[in-house]
């Protein structure tokens, strides 16, 4: 039977970057985001006797190659977890700005997990499918919950215990998220090559595990107290670390762009104006801005000033995983 799942992308607040073990997308550390209400992937699945390989549609189109092999790759992993044997038809749809660059595998593997798993006559647990969703995209675990996420790294050589857990509900701590897209451009290094690259060769890599743990503790503090500001200042030092490190890779590599650059550097500005807003930004050039209910709008006419900005999509905390029928 044919089943529909939508799952939505999330921003990491202290981010994974870097893996331990490649095969199963097992992390070196363990990683806080936030789901966003905005952009989500919806995707059927539907297992098929007549079928000699699995077919991938994204976006109305049908998919080849690479990616097809991909989506391929991993329900290989659903049929040896649920012990069905035929190929599938996968329909994916994106709801995301047409080519803005936040297409995301996050929504896509977590979305392609549960529709899966629920075509292929199974229930899996929350728990159970943040395992499974993390094996396509390391960020996909945490996409499985909605409100804040934590994906603790766990320690076991097959992956069962590296899983996302709940931190707060979606109507816990509500907060906007502005995406700001300065280019539509396709990232030129990919996360999974990004961070191999700093893993194997980056110095300040030793620096970023040193510290990561203790991030992530002090945020979890301040998320909990809803203390805006010292979440705010630490998940910024904690994007710029990750990025620093990726400076000292071999040969160097950085996801920013000049239009980065002014964006962040308005951020800051703000601050000193008086207006609380923070940035962090994944392996690409956008910036995602967070910020207050009460500051969003005043936040978004300023940045609309910067010249460099094409686009401003405001986002809220958004839910986990729903199934459409
Ligand atoms: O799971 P991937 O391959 O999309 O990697 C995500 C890497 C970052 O976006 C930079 C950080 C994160 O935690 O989402």
Redesign the pocket.
């Known amino acids: 039977m044919k089943k529909t799942a939508r799952a939505h992308t ?1 921003i ?1 607040l202290i ?3 870097g893996k331990r073990d490649e095969q199963l997308f097992l992390p070196t550390n363990s ?1 806080l ?1 936030i789901t966003l209400d905005r952009f989500y992937t919806e995707t059927s699945v539907e297992f098929d006797a007549n079928l000699t390989a699995d077919r991938f549609r994204l976006d109305h189109a049908v998919i080849e190659g690479k990616e097809r092999e991909k989506v391929q790759h991993f329900l290989d992993k659903v049929r040896r977890a649920t012990g069905e044997t035929r190929f599938a038809h996968v329909e994916s749809v994106n709801h995301v700005p047409t080519a803005a660059g936040f297409a ?3 929504s896509g593997y977590s979305a392609l997990a549960a529709a899966a798993i629920k075509a292929a006559g199974q229930t899996f647990t929350e728990k159970e499918l943040s395992i499974l969703a993390r094996q396509g ?4 675990s945490r996409s499985v919950y909605g409100g804040f996420v934590e994906w603790q790294k766990g320690q076991l050589p097959d992956g069962s215990d590296s899983h996302a857990i709940p931190i707060l509900n979606q109507d816990e701590f509500d907060l906007a998220v502005l995406s700001v897209e300065v280019t539509t451009e396709k990232k030129k290094v990919l ?2 090559e990004g ?1 191999k690259r700093t893993v194997e060769t980056s110095p300040f890599y030793e620096g970023w595990l040193k510290t990561v743990d203790r991030d992530l503790a002090a945020i979890k503090t301040a998320i909990h107290a809803r203390d805006f500001r010292s979440m705010g200042e630490i998940l910024e030092y904690n994007a710029l670390k ?1 990025h620093a490190t990726t400076l000292g890779a071999d040969p160097p590599f950085m996801y920013w762009q000049s239009a980065t650059l002014k964006v962040m550097e308005a951020v800051s500005q703000l601050r000193e104006e008086g207006l609380l807003a923070y940035f962090t930004i ?2 690409g050039p956008n910036v995602k801005v967070i910020v207050e209910i009460e500051n969003e709008q005043a936040v978004i006419e300023r940045l609309n000033q910067i010249d460099v900005v094409s686009e401003i999509y405001p986002c809220r905390v958004g839910p986990g995983i729903t199934y459409l029928d």
């Open positions: 999330n990491a981010k994974y970057w990683s985001s995301s595998s996050a995209s390391g960020s996909a996360s999974r961070m990750m994944d392996a």
